[in-house]
């Protein structure tokens, strides 16, 4: 038998075979070889040696106790009762898990949608889950602990839909002065990944004649941020903890193949061919150097000495996730590369970060404070499990390229939004 009959014939079955197994990983194979690429670093479960390796845990978020024993109640640390958040694309995948989490820690949630019936039902299952409702009874006493569970609308592709959301939120909460009450978490995920196509193929553009993606994953929420900007900067006495922005942003934004990386003027944004696949990545990478640039404006400002006062603004890829965003039934027709991502999704999505698993480093990002403040987390961009990535290739830290194109994005978003503010 030759040498490679031997190699056919039984060697390479044996190593496909042992590969199939959990020694790979166990070892840190496939660790490994994904660190190869700061792209695919914590992609996929498997792709982690073990939970050790995570920089942040389920049971770092509820204690040490888990939230299933009934005889470790007491381990269950309402650590944030009292504070508010605003969760954007909240009715289903990362942006529903992320909700829940936060109202099993107490947290009064606002979910903002597309569609409202979809939002009410979503936040529905949040106010009737065993342990919102548990912890808020045992914890709290209260009756009705599903009640800090409110739900509104905005589609984050249109200006007008944005601006009437903030409109209405800031009304919701006012302080009885006319000023809004402090907003204490802001997530950032509303998002596409792929856009319709307009007629005979040409880009399609929003009802405000910008790029769909771009628009609906930055520029709504640009402008979200601008207009509730005066509930998360608040800092007076009725803030008890720092405000945090995450943005909900992809390990595709390694792959965008633009020579400017991110569009920074109308023309260069909207002169792309229908489908670019660089699109989804582009708006991805733009929501990184959009953090970056937000801390850098706000260290720029005179700040005081409330610790309070400081915004914690960062960006994650929550890795391949088994959400609903590959699931949109407009795109079942159609006979392109997002159709075969779907396809090979479905089929092999147990193989995929859980949208809870998914929702965990945005989480981290949001709740741990102390972490946070210690090692002065802000404008970071971070993977599965809440591992800190340096130097994005597109997004060095402290490079002067860098610094010169979110410069730019920040100003060509705020001319988008001109009209709106």
């Given amino acids: 038998m030759g040498i490679k009959t031997v190699f056919v014939k039984i060697i390479l079955p044996v190593v496909f075979a042992v590969l199939l197994t959990s020694i790979p ?3 840190g194979f496939y660790e490994y070889i994904f660190s190869l690429s700061p792209a695919f670093v914590g992609l996929f479960p498997w792709s982690i040696s073990s939970e050790k390796q995570w920089g942040f845990t389920f049971a770092e978020l509820y204690g040490n106790g888990g939230f299933s024993d009934a005889a470790s109640e007491k381990e269950y640390r309402n650590r944030l009762w009292g504070q508010t958040a605003l969760v954007t694309g909240a009715n289903s995948g990362i942006g529903y898990e992320i909700s829940l989490l936060l109202a099993r820690l107490g947290v009064s949630v606002t979910m903002v949608c597309r569609s409202p019936s979809r939002c009410e039902s979503a936040a529905k299952k949040i106010r009737e889950d065993a342990i919102v409702v548990r912890r808020g009874d045992v914890d709290r006493g209260l009756q009705n602990p599903g009640s800090a569970v409110t739900t509104m609308t905005a589609d984050t592709s249109s200006l007008q839909s944005v601006k009437k959301f903030c409109h209405d939120y800031q009304a919701r909460t006012d302080d009885g002065g006319g000023n809004p009450m402090p907003l204490d978490m802001m997530f950032l995920n509303a998002g596409v990944a792929f856009a319709g196509v307009a007629v005979q193929g040409e880009l399609s553009l929003s009802e405000n004649g910008i790029e769909s993606i771009f628009a609906t994953n930055v520029v709504g ?3 979200m941020y601008k207009l509730l900007e005066p509930s998360i900067r608040r800092s007076d006495e009725l803030r008890k903890t720092p405000a945090r922005i995450v943005l909900t942003s992809s390990c595709t934004s390694y792959l965008g193949k633009y020579p400017y990386k991110v569009a920074t ?3 260069t944004l909207n002169g792309v061919p ?3 696949d660089s699109l989804y990545p582009q708006s991805k ?15 720029a400002e005179v700040q005081d000495n409330n610790p309070n006062s400081i915004v914690y603004v960062n960006a994650a890829n929550p890795g391949y996730v088994a959400s609903d965003i590959w ?10 590369q997002e159709s075969v991502v779907k396809f090979v999704h479905r089929c092999f999505q147990s193989l995929f970060w859980t949208s809870k698993e998914g929702a ?3 989480i981290y990002l949001g709740t741990a404070v102390e972490k946070l403040q210690k090692d002065n987390i802000r404008g970071q961009y971070f993977h599965p499990q809440s591992k800190l ?7 060095k830290d402290n490079d002067h390229e860098t610094k010169i194109l979110q410069e730019k994005l920040w100003k060509f978003l705020d001319e988008l939004v001109a009209d709106f503010v």
């Fill in 25 to 27: 990983k166990q070892l």
């Fill in 221 to 223: 929420h640009h402008l």
């Fill in 265 to 267: 003027d109308l023309q």
């Fill in 274 to 276: 229908s489908m670019d």
């Fill in 285 to 299: 990478l733009a929501q990184i150097l959009w953090a970056k640039e937000l801390t850098a404006r706000l260290d």
């Fill in 327 to 336: 699931k949109d039934k407009e795109w079942e027709p159609l006979l392109t």
């Fill in 360 to 362: 965990l480093t945005m």
């Fill in 389 to 395: 990535m340096k130097d994005h290739e597109f997004a």
